[in-house]
């Protein structure tokens, strides 16, 4: 029986170490990523199971069976760190933030990473801690993960996937088919802040005043607008294509047209500045920590009061409200008065901007 | 008012076409991918709701509240397409195996793909056809997802990243930890075939007899293991790692040696002759539809009985049994008398097996 050496083994060098393939390979080396890694900034009795899958509570609303929502999301934002957060916090908020537009409250989240062979691991744990971080605020484990590591020039550092689960309380119904001309339309704040950071950070730009994404995990908002027992028709969370293509989809599924009001929907200058000199709309713009929220107008009231008085909702707003349209157009009486169509992007303006 | 042309769009070019910048950018080419493309082959009234997540319902075992076993899995193989399967099935059956191997009944997937631009949309047709049609076969629908284009050089064709939910019956409790010196550990046939089919087509090798993956779902053998009341301590698919990481894995969760016996562990004779041209011990290659069985002794027969009487068990075989041994050390005895040490892998025997 040949002699094994099983004792010691090197912990990872989180200032210097590199992803390598081994990392990959189903053995020791990844075994130790995850413990020293994944595991201990992560760490939760799930996640702690070490099994395939990690076995979870039955999803109960009032001590009774609820209906669950799943949603998935993957994460390719460039560049991985980006002012007012990073790919770790995105991919925590960004699926939080899909489950609870559906009107469910977030209970797990699952993690999968594929890592670039030489991706230098301080930047990986930098990652980890701001995912644990997040999750932690918003009080939604990663109850399961997995890891690859594919070769150099085969990826682009990281990509995170993340799948959550949520429950959904009995007579919550809200969906992009449900809104009726008349509806108002609401948005909990201003436009197109995290790809207009993504974008300068990408183009080396700097302004006068930061420009900081605004990732940030939505339920807390969502649940508050719940709890006051408004019919919601709709809510999304306005990411890739911004504004422009989330109403676009939803006037397609209702079947409606919408009208907005340029002078309503807010922008901040800086925000605006940029995206001249960018060439961008802003409505166009993506956004990881903005709402909007569609109700009958007799209800608007209530709902942006229960807005404004959450943190992220302060600066909530009706935009314009769901008009009879069979083109199911969207359109946006400007500032100088004209009416222009909104309409669904054609290219590609904002690539890996989530 | 700009006169917009909103009329007719040209359908994908599902011959000759290209994944580009556009299909990841939340506007229309990334609707018309969507809905051609995926809806049209995964389609189901789940993912048909067209929000951001699926609203599912209530996880339930005999009418009650279930727990739920959640998974998920990255898939980065290459080829993409190989020998007995493709990464879309692939895809699929690995996170079905990930949940049915804590005991629960799969319901719902979910599916992220992060595709790299210039992917002919005829490779990725071919791919969502297999995703479509495993999901099928094995009654578990893909209920939401989401796509990413990466840039030409940031990516590799495909990667998917499939997340899984199920639910798991009252009283069952499998896992790595549960097992004791003298249990059985039984495999449910051969081993290699996954990762040695990949590996000839990688470095374009052929054999008189065709090596093909063993990829399958394998809940329906599970589900009839399960039926037979039997105490199982723990199910495992030897994926990456094969055999060798899965059992020391176990056996450092469960505090326990492993003696295995070289002899009573099947493998075909073309892919030992296949692992012994390429330099690979079949113990460490990884398969895609393989099951680890740990129980009692006593209830082996039961066991193996009911995994013979499925197709995916017909050669399941006792293999060795775990040991009372301090250094949780998994040992072979081999077909020539001797005994040697089974360790994790060192290295990266074979990156992106799956």
Known sequence: MAEVK??????????????????????????????????????????????????????????????????????????????????????????????????????????????????????????????????????????????????????????????????????????????????????????????????????????DAPIESDTAALHGLIADMLATGVDLRCLRDPTRGGLAATLNEIAGQSGVGMMLHEKAIPVKQVVAAACEFLGLDPLYVANEGKLIAICAAADTKRVLAAMRAHPLGREAAVIGEAIADDHHFVQLTTSFGGRRIVDWLAGDQLPRIC
């Not at 230098?120 to 997040?134: F, G, K, Y």
């Not at 949520?166 to 790809?195: C, F, K, N, Q, Y």
């Open 6 to 207: 099983r004792g010691y083994v090197r912990p990872l060098d989180l200032k210097q170490g590199r992803i390598d393939l081994t990392h990959g390979s189903g053995g020791r080396s990844m075994v130790q990523l995850i413990s020293e890694l994944f595991a201990k900034h992560l760490g939760n009795e799930y996640l702690g199971q070490g099994n395939d899958g990690a076995v979870l509570p039955a999803p109960t609303v009032d001590g009774r069976a609820g209906r669950i929502v799943m949603s998935t999301d993957c994460h390719v934002v460039s560049p991985l760190f980006f002012p007012g957060g990073d790919i770790g916090c995105l991919s925590v908020h960004g699926t939080i933030n899909d489950v609870a537009v559906m009107g469910a409250a977030p209970l797990y989240l699952a993690a999968g990473f594929v890592l670039e062979e030489g991706f230098p691991l301080a930047d990986l744990a930098r990652i980890v801690e701001s995912m644990a971080r997040a999750a932690r605020e918003a009080g939604v484990p990663v109850v399961t993960g997995d890891t690859k590591v594919v070769e150099r020039g085969k990826g682009d550092g990281v990509f995170i996937t993340t799948t959550g689960v949520g429950v959904l309380r009995d007579g919550v119904e809200l969906g992009g088919s449900r809104v009726r001309p008349g509806d108002a339309v609401i948005i909990s704040g201003s436009m197109g802040d995290h790809g207009v950071a993504i974008m300068s950070k990408r183009e080396n730009l700097s302004f």
